[in-house]
Structures are given as structure tokens and as C-alpha cells.
């Protein structure tokens, strides 16, 4: 069966997550569908989660300062020690109430133990602290 989408992250952008255009930079977005990957991710184990992949990443509209971006995540393969997870990224426009659909990831985090290496995140846990 097909798992819903859950909100994952919701954040405002601010005037340091901008280029010298105004908008905001792109890797600014990759580093929160990283952090959506890794919020889903933690769900289904409570050990260290490593970003393995991220594939490739088109952006549909710009994202402007104030703009509310929300990110939803997907899981769409289950693994043994890996899980992939899509990434929807929207925007509620500062002015306004338009929500522009930003772009779309799919990310794999790999659970490890604390030697790095891959285990299954079934796993009792291993990161409690
Ligand atoms: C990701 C990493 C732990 C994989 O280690 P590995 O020994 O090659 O992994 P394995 O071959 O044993 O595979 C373990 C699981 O990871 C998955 N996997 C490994 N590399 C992958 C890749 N590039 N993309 C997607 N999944 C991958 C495998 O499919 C497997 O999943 P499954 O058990 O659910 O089927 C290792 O390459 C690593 O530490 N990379 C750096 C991660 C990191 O630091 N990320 C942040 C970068 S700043």
C-alpha cells in the first residue's frame, strides 16, 4: 500500500538564506530535503541515518525571502538498512496565498552503527543518547 505524505519541516526563509538576486539559494533547499529525509527516516529507527543518494533535483519555482517553505516526505521504498523517501517542497508566498510547488527529491539514508557501518534499522536502538 502506498504510504501518505507526512509534513516533515516547515521554516520561513530568511535574508541569510538568499543569493545576491534576492532569492533564495538552491543548496539552501537541499540542505532541508536532507533534513526532511532524515526527520522521516528517524521515525523507523532510532540510530545514526547517512545520506547515501539524492537524485537529481529540478526547481520549478524560485523561493523568496518570508515565504513559508513545507516539506513533505514520502516513504516510498522500505529496505533492509536503507530507506528511500520523496520529497515534496512547497511554498506559501510571503504576500499572498499562493503555494507554489517548489520541487521534488527522492533521497536513501542508510541507518549505521557507531562504526559508520550500514545495519538494519530495525534494530533495537542504537543511539539514545
Ligand atoms: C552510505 C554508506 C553507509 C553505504 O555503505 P556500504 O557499505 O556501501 O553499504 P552497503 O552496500 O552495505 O548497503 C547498505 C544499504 O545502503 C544502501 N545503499 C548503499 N549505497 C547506496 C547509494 N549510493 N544509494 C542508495 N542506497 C545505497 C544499500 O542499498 C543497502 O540498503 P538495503 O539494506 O536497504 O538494501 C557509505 O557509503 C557511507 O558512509 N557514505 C557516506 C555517507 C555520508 O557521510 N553522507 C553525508 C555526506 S556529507
Redesign the pocket.
Known amino acids: 500500500m502506498e504510504q501518505e505524505r507526512a509534513l516533515a519541516l516547515r521554516v520561513v526563509m530568511m535574508p541569510r538564506d538568499t543569493n545576491v538576486y534576492g532569492t533564495v539559494f538552491g543548496g539552501v533547499i537541499l540542505s532541508y530535503i536532507d533534513q526532511a529525509g532524515f526527520v522521516e527516516c528517524r521515525r523507523h529507527g532510532r540510530h545514526r541515518w547517512?545520506?547515501?543518494?539524492m537524485d537529481r533535483v529540478d526547481f520549478k519555482a524560485p523561493v523568496q525571502v518570508g515565504d513559508i517553505v513545507s516539506l513533505y516526505a514520502r516513504p516510498t521504498r522500505m529496505?533492509?538498512?536503507?530507506i528511500t523517501v520523496q520529497i515534496d517542497v512547497e511554498a506559501e508566498r510571503y504576500a499572498g496565498t499562493e503555494v507554489a510547488h517548489v520541487t521534488q527529491a527522492t533521497v536513501?539514508l542508510?541507518s549505521?552503527g557507531p562504526d559508520?557501518?550500514?545495519i538494519p534499522f530495525r534494530d533495537p536502538p542504537t543511539f539514545v543518547g
Not at 547517512?50 to 543518494?53: G, K, Q, R
Request: net charge positive; charged share 15%.
Open positions: 547517512v545520506t547515501a543518494s529496505g533492509t538498512k536503507s536513501t542508510v549505521v559508520g557501518r550500514p
